[in-house]
């Protein structure tokens, strides 16, 4: 029985088989490798999946949903008509329908699948796709990243070697993956990405100066107008090669809009500079210099912006490759791990190894400032070779304490709030003075997201294991709200200031950018500044300003690469 590969795409979906000499992408019902990810009602109430829902975008925007991978992970409804329904689902019935075609196009049932996820989707987001598998009907035999299945598409398909850096802009997530190909192993060094950040982004930026340069409130246009708008700049984007003259209906009005490549670079600048980011990160996490890296790979269909690929080009002093249909590339390699696992016949075994996309930590006790909430204490850091397991040990924090709670976390925030957490379990110590009694924590993660934490009591050598069920939909509505509570009750504190704010953010985001000892370094910085700001005095936080901002630039000047 066939395995089949699946890049499950915010703007379209595409999957593919594995035969003798090679990938064969299926074809739909309508003969096209491309099936849009969009779903919606019919007249008669039933369900449309692809180009014929999309079609339907416009007037019958209430009951056509598009876009809504963006939701995965999270407690999100969307209205379809008089139903709702979450991402999961309308993630099931884009799935089922690539499986009817499947099985219409090989004439035998399809149970298996590779299915490629943003390297960047967090632990939530990539058990909702399995979950969504399942409501379809199919059984996941891998989650594999969208930049590595793109780079086993590249390298497999040229035979070549050497450090692939894959630049993966779909239509909603921006991913960055180095990976190295040599001797038939595909190796991951580093990832990041933006979750938020695609194609769709741009669309919008341009909806956003139109209205604005007509001053018309983008709440005051009817579902539909906006949908048309939306087509419209779409369409534009795509054609930006050269300059278009649109005609644009907006609340009764009438007016031509001139899209050129001077307009789109001005309001598309704030968004390539956010793409900047997760490339830098990548680079500095794997402590490489652009110069090493043999190919930088395109992938999706937001990659054929020219602006996008200028900015490319600046950063590396040459071309990006763009050999594979970016729109399609994903799926070959998706469909490639799927023979690989088939064993497909005339597919030369490869060796994947892949890295954990996030920190897992666990919370500690703040101590210095304890109306701030618990630290983040990192153990498994993002970027490490998976499967790994690694272990820290806990003490006691009270005299006579008898349990010890292990909250398990995911993220790069020094502050646990900040973070997600994915689960937690209680451990029983004997009572003692603080410190007498430690634990030893132990996380392990594989490649397909499993964490299992196993937690030892060192005096009595009892082990206690838990395997972390994540649960879709995140943070609950008391927790937002108790979140919430708080901030507001800091709204006027000292520390509210714009500089010190300013000092602390830019803090917050080297920390997230760093590993090992200078994240330690600025953690204490952060420490040190914000128990200047408890203790209130204006002249000491002036000083303590002055102190904290030199070392700031003294980290951030240093060399990345």
Known sequence: MAIIGIDLGTTNSACGVWKPQGVELIPNRLGEVLTPSVVGLDDSGEIIVGRTARQRLIHHSDKTVAAFKRLMGTGHRVGLGTQLFTATELSSLVLRSLKEDAEAHLGEPVEEAVISVPAYFNDNQRQATKQAAELAGLTVRRLINEPTAAAMAYGLHQNQEGLFLILDL?????????????????????????????????????????????????????????????????????????????????????????????????????????AKHPIERTLRDADLHPGKVDEVVLVGGSTRLASFRSMVGKMFGRLPSCHLDPDTVVALGATIQAGLLARGEGLDDVVLTDVCPYTLGTGIINEDNPSLGDYFLPIIERNSVVPISVERRLSTASDGQTRITVKVYQGENRLVEKNVQLGEMEVQVPKGARGQESVTVRYSYDMNGLLEVDVTVTSTGKTYHKLIEHSPGGLSEEEKAHSRERLASLKFHPRDGEENRALLARADRLFESNLGERRERIADLMGDFEQVLDRQNPLDIARAQKTFREALDFLESESWF
């Open 170 to 274: 779909g239509g909603g997530t921006f991913d960055v993956s180095l990976l190295e190909f040599f001797e038939g192993v595909m190796e991951v060094h580093a990832s990041a990405g933006d979750n938020f950040l695609g194609g769709e982004d741009f669309v919008e930026a341009m909806i956003n100066d139109v209205l604005a340069s007509r001053d018309i409130p983008r709440d005051s246009l009817p579902a539909s107008v906006l949908q048309n708008l939306y087509l419209q700049m779409e369409g534009a984007k795509r054609k930006l090669g050269t300059p278009q003259t649109l005609t644009l209906d907006l609340n009764g009005q009438s007016f031509t809009h001139e899209v050129t490549p001077e307009w789109f670079a001005r309001i598309a600048t704030p968004l390539l500079l956010r």
